[in-house]
């Protein structure tokens, strides 16, 4: 899933190419990428583009009111997992199976494509202020906001630090990916509780969440530099520990381990994080019981 790094970077680059710009038309392949019926998505076309930003790992749209005390309108892309943004020419046709949409603009066309059978993106448009708001879902931009801040709402949910770190109602922007490469940073569990954490726990994981983003999204604008970000994914060869299970964590040399529940992978390494405890998950560690390795000397 695209998460704030990511989704920063593809604001920067849409915002130079249609910023001002005229939003000429949508073409609609996949009716499940559109999950409102008002306004009308014609109502968006021949409108001006006021500007371009993130809203958690949603992107948005805002586009000008038609006419003098008419609200303006937001389009707002959620690419879920799967979704990703291509640049295209003027008029670019939708003619691969993993095309869902084309928003043309005046220099090019926005082609929105989901690999899988699963469609999860989603596009919405509403009318005004009020209307994006409905669909914030109140995280804290933790680039904006100091320490003391960050921590009253880490520990104001039940949770443990990865699901805390997810979840879209504390933190704005932080996914699967990023989450574990900033608790790796921060030498901390991903199943550790929150209001286990003492004040240098806590410090070590704002510094690490701040650093591991800003670091992020700074390696990815250099690297799409003035093109558009094509090559949009979870596991990138510079991370330290996710999507890279077994492989040899950069720190200590270790494996790194992973715990696997539903569609989700967690990936630490417990010689960093986890002082040297093999983290059991909801399946294969229950289906092994006793032959199950509870740490790095017994694997």
Sequence with gaps: MPELPDVTVYVEALARRIAGRELERIRLKSPFLLRTAAPPLASAHGRRVLG??????????ELAPAAAGESALFLVLHLIIAGRLH??????????RNDLAALDFEPGTLLVTEAGTKKRAALHLVAGTAGLRELERGGLEVLEVDRETFSERLRSAPHTLKRALCDP????????????????????SPLQHVKNLDQDEL??????????????????????????????TAFRPGMAVHGRFRQPC???????????????????????QTGGR???????????KDDWPSSLDEL
Excluded at 52 to 61: E, S
Excluded at 260 to 271: D, F, I, K, L, P
Excluded at 278 to 288: E, G, V, W, Y
């Design 87 to 96: 640049w295209k020419e003027t008029g670019a046709l939708l003619s691969k």
């Design 52 to 61: 371009v930003r993130r809203m958690g790992k949603r992107i948005v749209i």
């Design 278 to 288: 093999i983290l059991k998950d909801r399946a294969l560690s229950q289906l092994l």
């Design 169 to 188: 109602r504390l933190f704005s922007g932080i996914g699967n990916a990023y989450s574990d490469e900033i608790l790796h940073r921060a030498r901390l």
């Design 203 to 232: 410090a070590r994981l704002f510094d690490a969440t701040r650093a591991v983003l800003l670091e992020w999204t700074a390696r990815l604008r250099a690297e799409a530099g003035d093109g558009f970000p094509e090559k949009v």
């Design 250 to 272: 950069p720190v200590c040399q270790a494996p790194i381990q992973r715990i696997v529940r539903a569609e989700n992978e967690v990936n630490y390494c417990s010689r960093c």
